[in-house]
């Protein structure tokens, strides 16, 4: 989700060409991704479009083979994506054009994660809420617990995001994907967002 919100992970073709070459994997995979970034992958969609042949691919049948399809939207590669439980991957990773899909999978490295929950007995009632930081390699970074008093659900809630955005703040942590089971919470936070105040959040 904050990826979505900060457009400024997004870089042109300068930026993809730089995160490539830089990767830490051997040059042959380097040259494979080049390749996948400027689509002259050798796929059943460029194929036809040389020789005429059919371009649907041959594993589902269900669209034209091109690289997106071969490397994230064939049902086969979607099983593969989700198996590997990746915490920025999300439905709206399925649906970003391919070459947004590979700067925001090619910059992953450096994004923490926020899980936070607010627990009340009652409603309003003694509330707590909690959360803990993670790092990409799912690796602790750091949790919390606060006992809040007497509130409402969603101030227990929204007290759980807030204590973490801050704490990530603290932090100077500048890619966050929050997460949390509150769609009430989760959206004040996407409304609050006006391009790049998230952290103005109190
Ligand atoms: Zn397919």
New binding site residues.
């Given amino acids: 989700m904050y990826w979505k919100l900060n457009p400024r992970v997004v870089g042109g073709v300068d930026h993809i060409w730089k995160v490539v070459w830089k990767l830490p994997v051997s040059r042959r995979i380097q040259v494979f991704l080049w390749i996948t970034v400027l689509d002259r992958l050798l796929t059943a969609k460029r194929r036809a479009k040389l020789l005429g042949t059919d371009p649907k691919?041959?594993?589902?049948?269900?669209?034209e083979?091109d690289s997106c399809?071969?490397l994230r939207?064939?049902?086969?590669?979607k099983q593969l994506w989700f198996s590997l439980d990746i915490f920025y991957l999300d439905s709206e990773s399925f649906i970003l054009s391919s070459r947004d899909w590979f700067i925001k999978n090619l910059g992953s490295k450096g994004w923490f994660k926020l899980n936070f929950d607010g627990a009340v007995k009652g409603n309003p009632g003694p509330a707590s809420c909690r959360g803990v930081l993670r790092g990409d390699a799912r690796d602790w970074v750091c949790g919390f617990a606060k006992i809040l008093g007497i509130c409402s659900a969603i101030s227990a809630e929204l007290s759980g995001m807030v204590y973490g955005l801050k704490i990530a703040q603290d932090l100077g942590i500048s890619k966050l994907v929050v997460e949390g089971d509150s769609a009430t919470a989760i959206s004040t936070l996407q409304a609050a967002w006006d391009g790049g105040q998230v952290w103005n959040l109190e």
């Fill in positions: 691919c041959l594993i589902c049948g269900a669209a083979e399809h071969v939207d064939c049902t086969k590669a």
